[in-house]
């Protein structure tokens, strides 16, 4: 059974830091790209960052130079490293998981206000 489940969400102040983890079981998941997106009310569910198995990463404009994705085949396990946060980041951040299909987790809250 395959299980995709995100941690380290939480409030911060604007400025502050978080790491995101996705730890996943059941795939291979060296094989696997693996996406953060979120989700803030009212909006429509964004891709943030993207790390595929080769280790090539993509962030969208409005985070690059504040966040770092990265992936330790090792554990199964990837992180979403997010400094500099501010309150528009806030949202329900989501790990996603593909190769021959995606599998999402349930999501983790972030919160960024003072």
């Known amino acids: 059974q395959v299980q995709v489940v995100e941690s380290g969400g939480g409030l911060v102040q604007p400025g502050g830091s978080l790491r995101l983890s996705c730890a996943a079981s059941g795939i291979i998941f060296r094989l696997y790209t693996v996406g953060w997106y979120r989700q803030a009310p009212g909006n429509e569910r964004e891709l943030v960052a993207q790390i595929t198995s080769g280790g090539t990463t993509t962030y969208v404009d409005s985070v690059k130079g504040r966040f770092t994705i990265s992936r330790d085949n090792a554990k199964n396990t990837g992180y979403l490293q997010m400094n500099s946060l501010k309150p528009g980041d806030t949202a329900v951040y989501y790990c996603?998981?593909?190769?021959?299909?995606?599998?999402w987790g349930q999501g983790t809250q972030v919160t960024v206000s003072s």
């Open positions: 996603r998981t593909i190769f021959a299909r995606a599998y």
